[in-house]
């Protein structure tokens, strides 16, 4: 335990699994779930979003994808391999069989774990994930700069740490189609409840740390821009699709077509909910609920 009464700790290692080596954050002692991060993301992100299953009795185990931060690409680049690399990072920890929380660009190797290794998943939580081919929303020459080069990652990371109401508001933005209104009034609930804010703000330091993702990040846009089809009609295992109908940065019609493509998926759409709604959203808590039932009932 940590040096906090009553907080687990985190154990952050190398895993060597038979496809190679695995960053991975592991928290919590109960029923197993894995949590696969976006585009960027890695496992600090996942472990700010899966805070509420580590409450909710769940063990966490959040890998870096093949790309990111410790987790070398070493040929592993293809969906298909990063599947096959979560399970064998089950076995390697001596799971066999874990919940799944996948988000955004961690949709595709997510749900092909569950089409590839359907005995591995007992259920299915696909949260504003990418389902079929996509490519990124063209972004202005400032963003990219911002998001890009190490002088905007620090500023980034500046304004995060000693401004973080201008942080919280410039990454809602850049993640919904929000009217202004809409938008102050989001950001006025993230700023006053210490779990929206810590995943808002978790988000906004990834993105400033492009130097130790970028590998992931560029392998990940040109696999999603190659997609011809998941095979999603195979999947087998109970099935939750979230998605906001705000999003701007996947639309929504990829949870769409996820959810009338896996038989018997259960779909939530959240009202004007932007790409981070299960963490920053008026409902989030009674989504966030919905998520445990899934997972428990697996």
Not at 72 to 88: E, F, K, T
Not at 117 to 137: K, T
Not at 172 to 184: I, N, P, Q, V
Request: glycine fraction near 10%; proline fraction near 5%; hydrophobic fraction near 40%.
């Amino acid at each position: 335990m940590s040096d906090n009464a009553g907080v687990p700790e985190v154990v952050t290692e190398i895993v060597d699994t038979s496809r190679g080596r695995v960053e991975t954050a592991r928290v919590g002692t109960g029923q197993p779930v894995m949590l696969i991060h976006g585009t960027p993301g890695g496992w600090d992100s996942s472990l700010a979003m899966g805070r509420f299953l580590v409450e909710a009795g769940f063990g966490l185990i959040a890998p870096s994808r093949p790309g990111y931060l410790g987790t070398p690409l070493d040929g592993r680049g293809s969906i298909d391999d990063q599947a096959d690399v979560y399970a064998a990072l089950l076995d390697a920890l001596g799971h066999e069989r874990a919940g799944l929380l996948t988000w955004s660009g961690g949709g595709p190797s997510g749900y092909r774990l569950a089409v590839r290794h359907p005995e591995r998943v007992s259920s299915l939580v696909a949260f504003a994930a990418v389902s079929r081919v996509y490519e990124p929303p063209e972004e202005e020459l400032k963003s990219r700069l911002m998001t890009t080069t190490s002088v905007g990652n620090w500023l980034l990371r500046f304004l995060a740490a000693h401004a973080p109401k201008t942080t919280v508001s410039a990454t809602l933005k850049a993640e919904g189609d929000l009217s202004k209104g809409e938008l102050r009034s989001l950001v006025a609930e993230v700023m006053h409840d210490d779990r929206e804010l810590d995943v808002v703000l978790t988000m906004a330091n990834v993105v400033a740390d492009y130097g130790n993702r970028h590998e992931g990040i560029e392998n990940d846009f040109a696999r999603f821009a190659e997609i011809k089809s998941l095979e999603l009609e195979e999947v087998t295992v109970p099935t939750l699709i979230i998605h906001g109908t705000a999003d701007i940065d996947v639309p929504p019609d990829h949870s769409n077509f996820a959810a009338a493509t896996i038989p018997g998926a259960e779909h939530l759409a959240m009202e004007r909910g932007t790409h981070l709604c299960l963490f920053a959203h008026a409902d989030a808590h009674a989504a966030q609920t919905q998520v445990v039932e899934k997972l428990h009932a697996g």
